[in-house]
């Protein structure tokens, strides 16, 4: 479960405004900067995406595990609750 928890690494969160304004600077209109946001923002995406379904892959697994658990848990208390009750119906000699 820490993996789930545990910030990823490389992670893409906004592009850097350093690299729109060095955009700016080099003289580059305004469409030509808003194209390039968009495709960085996209490029980010991508990039966040295997990281992502790896982390939901494994939150998948944990809450399917949790609910093996749970259910052998309560197979357990039942049996040893249910047992010797079982055992009086079934007649083994």
Same mark, same amino acid.
């Given at each position: *479960?820490?993996?789930?928890?545990?910030p990823?690494? @490389?992670?893409?969160?906004?592009?850097?405004?350093?690299?729109? *304004?060095?955009?700016?600077?080099?003289?580059?209109d305004? $469409?030509?900067?808003? @194209?390039?946001?968009?495709?960085? *923002?996209? @490029?980010? %995406?991508?990039? =966040?995406?295997?990281?992502?379904?790896? @982390?939901? =892959?494994?939150?998948? $697994?944990? $809450?399917?595990?949790l609910?093996?658990?749970?259910?052998?848990?309560?197979?357990?208390?039942?049996?040893? %609750?249910?047992?010797?009750?079982?055992?009086?119906?079934?007649?083994?000699?």
């Amino acid at each position: *479960m820490t993996v789930v928890l545990w910030p990823a690494r @490389k992670w893409a969160f906004v592009l850097s405004a350093a690299k729109i *304004m060095a955009r700016y600077d080099a003289s580059d209109d305004e $469409a030509a900067i808003r @194209k390039y946001v968009i495709v960085e *923002m996209i @490029k980010g %995406g991508e990039r =966040n995406r295997a990281q992502l379904d790896f @982390k939901q =892959n494994v939150f998948r $697994a944990a $809450a399917v595990l949790l609910v093996v658990e749970v259910a052998l848990l309560v197979l357990v208390v039942f049996l040893q %609750g249910f047992w010797p009750w079982l055992l009086c119906f079934l007649d083994w000699s």
